[in-house]
């Protein structure tokens, strides 16, 4: 990929990578990472791009990757080949601490599987070796020192040790005791790793010993005392032997180790792989960084991108940092961004440009996941004042001298991003020379994005098919940069309103105008109407927008309302009937009940009882039969209609059966593990672990559930 030095400045991109490199454990991976470049091999790329968005998704999914900080062998695995070298114990801790911990990512791959793809294919080409942990642990304790046991000699010699280390001391306590009416207050110190009696120099000739020095006044004399000589000479030698055979042993160990040191190169590049990986993982998180879909045709299609640098200063003050929207793809390939001086235009650039930048470098960006972004072999950029004092040359100089680059270097594969287009110079000369390279950049089928005043500019945008103007909107009554691009509509600069508003005499605002041509004041008025009235439609716009949904809303809760409504009304009115029924029953009950009080006559009120129960059985016969009837008739009717469209019913139905199979396999095919999902009326968030054709595995983190892809939405 081509990409100068100057662009990478100008894009700011090493602050981006030194706010990376902070997150890296190891010093060496944090200078990879200020040293990082766009890629140039694109497989390379896609892949350190898909394991970032992994390792971030491993903060979120609560299944973290064990990694910590790790140690660089490469100080001293190549000396492994010589003869006699030998490794420390400090070389020998950094070995087993690296083998434990891919010992553990290794293992933490294979049981979250389907949560790192991409990462595993990496882990999984380097194997584990138990016996580098096992050899080490032979010889070191859990403290790292050499255990006794290492070899047979040293368990030997220090058995030796401690039995002449326990003689001297029993010797010096005696010495001591004896020689206590000669000694200073302190009564023993260490001299040169020896004990030695502190005796007042007075009498010091009193103490049969070996003197080893004086205080610094000269009032103590250090005296090791004789009867320690011998024994302490002895101590000395089997030091002498302890240190050999140690070394001896770290030889030997350092021969066993040797056997794998391929394998710990691997391991080494595994672990600086992954220290590479979650340092700009743990950045992502920082400035909400996600993976966008990738294009194999070059396209930007950003929607709510943020300048990552910005994003991160208004966080810390507590401010809103305003997103952009934008799209760049064959169709419109170039942008014509205008409007007043901090309205936003040079940001603007520098979010898309920067964003660009950092995903060809392989790193996630600030934007939404359903953003489109493909690849570009060239970016240029021209941004800002660059003067250049040791080559004497000024700005419009420098701007030519990077004109002449661009023309001989771009190609249909090149993003070109230009701050302040043609400015520098004389505006009309200025203005014609950037309509032609404006028109050549076009002619060479470049996409670019360019910052402008100039309204030739502008027109000669408007007259491309696949050029487009933008603007950065602003509050027509406030004169208040509101930072949002407008894509459609070219921008006016407000010069006079902005001057205006910053008080600056409204007779010489006037003066100035008089001096502009009416026909560039009058264009600049009608950009100026023009924006104001598209920023009211918008605005209108987006109220009806809000007004429709809002009775779409009401509208439904009113037919949900008047639904509940009939249904309680069929339930009144067969309530109303059953009560009216069981009220007439009532009344001949009590008329009944009065005859047989005055009569005491049983076989009427029997009589009276069982007409009415024969009167409503032969009610409900006739009702049965005409209902038998009906669905006689109506069955018929059916079996008729079924026997005459039934080709045209299995068509319809086949239909059917076939637009569910596509709405199901839509909705499988848009779904991949490692989506955050919610289940439909619930608030809390997921992320999808197994897809099992129409079933889906769901982590919460704390627990895991099953259910149908149909009840989950993506968010």
Same mark, same amino acid.
């Given at each position: 990929m081509q990409v100068s030095k100057q662009t990478l400045k100008d894009l700011e991109l090493p602050k981006i990578l030194s706010l990376i490199s902070e997150f890296a454990f190891n010093e060496k991976t944090a200078q990879l990472l200020l040293d990082l470049e766009p890629y140039s091999d694109h497989e390379v790329l896609v892949r350190d791009l898909k394991t970032t968005h992994e390792y971030v998704a491993s903060f979120e999914s609560g299944n973290r990757i064990p990694f910590s900080e790790f140690?660089?062998?490469?100080?001293?695995?190549?000396?492994?080949?010589?003869?006699?070298?030998?490794?420390?114990?400090?070389?020998?801790? +950094? *070995?087993? &601490?690296?083998? /434990?911990?891919? !010992? =553990? @990512?290794? %293992?933490?791959?294979?049981?979250?599987?389907?949560?790192?793809?991409?990462?595993? +294919? *990496?882990? &999984?080409?380097? /194997?584990?070796? !138990? =016996? @580098?942990? %096992?050899?080490?642990?032979?010889?070191?304790?859990?403290?790292?020192?050499?255990?006794?046991?290492? &070899?047979?000699? /040293?368990?030997?010699?220090?058995?030796?040790?401690?039995?002449?280390?326990?003689?001297?001391?029993?010797?010096?306590?005696?010495?001591?005791?004896?020689?206590?009416?000669?000694?200073?207050?302190?009564?023993?110190?260490?001299?040169?790793?020896?004990?030695?009696?502190?005796?007042?120099?007075?009498?010091?000739?009193?103490?049969?010993?070996?003197?080893?020095?004086?205080?610094k006044t000269g009032s103590i004399s250090f005296i090791e005392p004789e009867s320690v000589q011998k024994p302490s000479r002895e101590l000395e030698e089997l030091k002498e032997e302890e240190s050999k055979e140690i070394i001896k042993i770290l030889k030997s160990l350092t021969a066993v180790i040797s056997v794998h040191k391929e394998l710990l190169e691997e391991y080494e590049e595994l672990l600086e792989y992954l220290d590479f990986t979650q340092a700009k993982a743990q950045f992502s998180a920082q400035i909400n960084g996600t993976l966008p879909i990738l294009k194999e045709e070059l396209t930007i299609n950003l929607v709510d991108a943020y300048h990552p640098l910005l994003y991160l200063s208004n966080q810390e003050r507590k401010l809103k940092t305003i997103p952009q929207t934008l799209k760049l793809d064959p169709q419109q390939r170039i942008i014509i961004i205008s409007g007043p001086n901090a309205g936003g235009k040079s940001i603007t650039l520098k979010t898309i440009g920067l964003n660009q930048l950092m995903l060809q470098s392989g790193l996630l960006i600030p934007v939404h996941p359903k953003s489109e972004m493909g690849f570009f072999e060239k970016i240029f950029t021209d941004i800002g004042d660059n003067q250049s004092i040791e080559n004497q040359l000024s700005t419009y100089s420098y701007r030519l001298k990077q004109m002449s680059y661009f023309i001989k270097n771009v190609n249909d594969k090149t993003l070109l991003l230009v701050d302040e287009f043609g400015t520098g110079s004389d505006p009309e000369l200025g203005g014609a020379l950037a309509e032609v390279f404006f028109e050549e950049f076009y002619e060479r089928q470049a996409f670019g994005i360019f910052t402008t005043h100039y309204t030739n500019i502008k027109i000669a945008a408007e007259n491309l098919p696949e050029a487009i103007n933008a603007s950065m909107l602003f509050d027509e009554k406030t004169l208040n940069p509101l930072y949002k691009l407008e894509i459609g509509q070219a921008g006016s600069s407000f010069t006079f309103e902005v001057a205006e508003k910053n008080k600056i005499p409204f007779r010489l605002i006037n003066r100035a105008k008089k001096k502009v041509e009416q026909d560039k004041v009058r264009l600049d008025k009608t950009i100026l109407k023009l924006q104001q009235e598209k920023f009211e439609i918008q605005k209108t716009k987006n109220q009806v927008e809000e007004l429709k949904q809002t009775s779409v809303e009401q509208?439904?809760?009113?037919?949900?309302?008047q639904e509940k409504i009939r249904e309680k009304l069929v339930d009144f009115q067969l309530l109303y009937d059953n009560e009216l029924k069981a009220l007439t029953i009532g009344k001949k009950m009590n008329e009944w009940?009065?005859?047989?009080?005055?009569s005491k006559n049983k076989k009427v009120l029997i009589s009276n009882f069982l007409k009415w129960v024969e009167m409503e059985n032969s009610k409900k016969t006739e009702t049965l039969a005409i209902e038998k009837k009906k669905e006689k008739i109506v069955e018929k009717e059916i079996k008729k209609e079924l026997k005459k469209n039934k080709e045209i019913l299995v068509v319809e139905k086949q239909k059917i059966e076939e637009k569910k199979e596509m709405e199901i396999q839509k909705s499988i095919d848009n779904l991949k593990v490692g989506d955050r999902v919610k289940i439909k009326d619930s608030t809390s968030v997921a992320t999808v672990d197994k897809i099992e054709g129409k079933t889906v595995l769901l982590n919460y983190g704390l627990f895991t559930a099953k259910v149908s892809i149909f009840d989950i939405y993506k968010i």
């Open positions: 140690y660089y062998m490469s100080e001293y695995l190549p000396h492994l080949e010589i003869e006699n070298y030998y490794l420390n114990v400090e070389h020998f801790f +950094q *070995i087993k &601490s690296n083998a /434990l911990q891919i !010992k =553990e @990512i290794t %293992k933490h791959m294979v049981k979250f599987e389907e949560y790192f793809p991409e990462l595993i +294919q *990496i882990t &999984s080409k380097v /194997l584990y070796e !138990k =016996e @580098i942990v %096992k050899e080490i642990d032979g010889v070191f304790n859990r403290h790292g020192e050499i255990k006794d046991d290492a &070899s047979s000699e /040293l368990l030997e010699i220090r058995k030796k040790i401690r039995l002449v280390s326990a003689k001297i001391a029993e010797l010096f306590k005696k010495s001591i005791q004896h020689n206590a009416q000669f000694l200073d207050d302190i009564k023993e110190t260490i001299v040169d790793d020896k004990r030695v009696l502190a005796v007042n120099s007075s009498v010091r000739k009193r103490v049969k010993g070996r003197l080893l020095g004086t205080s509208s439904r809760e009113l037919e949900t309302t009940a009065d005859q047989y009080l005055k």
